[in-house]
């Protein structure tokens, strides 16, 4: 089996979540890398799994060496990065909500240039209605 290098954007408690549950309990994943704009607060999370730590999501999703990415960051920066990882081509999970509004949720598959079942094939993304304005 080989193995998936994954990189989180984030490092609050549900990215720190994930580095550690990724680490611990996923075999065939490797955190490779932990982006956060606090790089202390990033080379702390990434410290759990012997990952790199950056600053920048953008320059995760760009590193060759990412295969796939988990975001969980803060929720105003979800739709920029989930669209961003799609069109770099690497699998992402975002954690909700993926877009503030249900219009910009919706129109993240236009954005990220996939439709339908390849939109959904390369981001697995969760939406919140509770609160969501239109």
């Not at 995760?60 to 979800?78: K, M, Y």
């Not at 094939?121 to 969501?132: D, E, K, L, P």
Request: one cysteine or more; a neutral charge; glycine letters at 8%.
């Amino acid at each position: 089996m080989s193995t998936v290098r994954i990189g989180v954007v984030g490092a609050g408690t549900m990215a720190a979540d994930h580095v550690r549950t990724l680490h611990q309990w996923v075999s065939g994943a490797q955190v490779v890398s932990v982006a956060d704009v606090d790089e202390e607060r990033a080379a702390a999370v990434a410290a759990v799994a012997g990952a790199r730590a950056a600053g920048d999501g953008h320059a995760l999703i760009a590193d060759p060496d990412v295969d796939a990415v988990v975001i969980a960051s803060h929720d105003t920066t979800h739709e920029d990065l989930a669209v961003a990882a799609v069109r770099a081509g690497k699998p992402v999970m975002c954690e909700k909500p993926l877009a503030p509004t249900t219009p910009n949720a919706s129109g993240s598959s236009a954005r990220s240039g996939r439709r339908g079942p390849d939109w959904s094939r390369w981001a697995s993304c969760a939406v919140s209605t509770r609160r969501t304005r239109t």
